[in-house]
């Protein structure tokens, strides 16, 4: 069973950067389709980003140009560069994998972590 650690979450302002951080245990996960996916109060969850063995990625519209997803198989890791953040990102972060189903916005893992807290104020 994969195990996932997020960690970088934070409070920002409005155009603010973070950098997601997860540490991958219990499986060789460099062949797996990992991913983030995130979930706001009231809200569905929301698929963010994958990436592919072929490093091979996908992103929600709404975070096109602004998040990178990268991942270091050596260290077991996947990233979530988020750059120019907007209120609207504000929700907890999950790191996931394997990816299961559809890309973004679909929210399709079959293991996650406990997730890490992103607040962006106005």
Known sequence: QVEFV???GGS???????????VVSGHAYSHLCMG???QA????REGVATIDSDDVTTYVDS??????????NARNML??????LKPEDTAMYYCA????GSPPPSADFGYWGQGTQV????
């Open 119 to 122: 607040t962006v104020s106005s």
């Open 12 to 22: 920002v302002e409005t155009g603010g950067s973070l950098r997601l951080s997860c």
């Open 36 to 38: 983030w996916f995130r």
């Open 97 to 100: 994998g394997p990816c299961t």
């Open 6 to 8: 997020e960690s970088g």
């Open 41 to 44: 109060p009231g809200k569905e």
């Open 79 to 84: 990233h979530l560069q988020m750059n120019s």
């Open 63 to 72: 975070v096109k140009g602004r998040f990178t997803i990268s991942r270091d």
